[in-house]
């Protein structure tokens, strides 16, 4: 029963760099194909990349280039690290694995 959580979210101004976490429990990331969504105010959630077991990656199009998604088997943690951040970045951001398994969000304010 895999659960996740997702920290890391903060308010920065625009142009800012944050980085974020989300760690499974009762699995490790290796084993899982796991992907990070957002969700903006009044807005459908959308992908905002992905990541497989072999580490291939898959990115929104619009946010390759800014964003980059990988993972550290030896800290079983999966990472978002976002550069050059609008508002428009705002939004909850969610965890995801297979799709099927989803973390709490954390939220990041880009002002």
């Known amino acids: 029963h895999v659960q996740l959580v997702e920290s890391g979210g903060s308010s920065v101004q625009a142009g800012g760099s944050p980085r974020l976490s989300c760690q499974p429990s009762g699995y490790t990331v290796s084993e899982l194909y796991m992907a990070w969504f957002r969700q903006a105010p009044g807005k459908e959630r959308d992908g905002v990349a992905a990541?497989?077991?072999?580490?291939?990656?898959t990115y929104a199009g619009s946010l390759q280039g800014r964003f980059t998604i990988s993972k550290d088997n030896a800290e079983n943690t999966l990472y978002l690290q976002m550069n050059n951040l609008k508002p428009e970045d705002t939004a909850m951001y969610y965890c995801?694995?297979?799709?099927?398994?989803w973390g709490p969000g954390t939220q990041v304010t880009v002002s």
């Open positions: 990541i497989d077991k072999s580490r291939m990656t």
């Open positions: 995801a694995a297979d799709y099927t398994v």
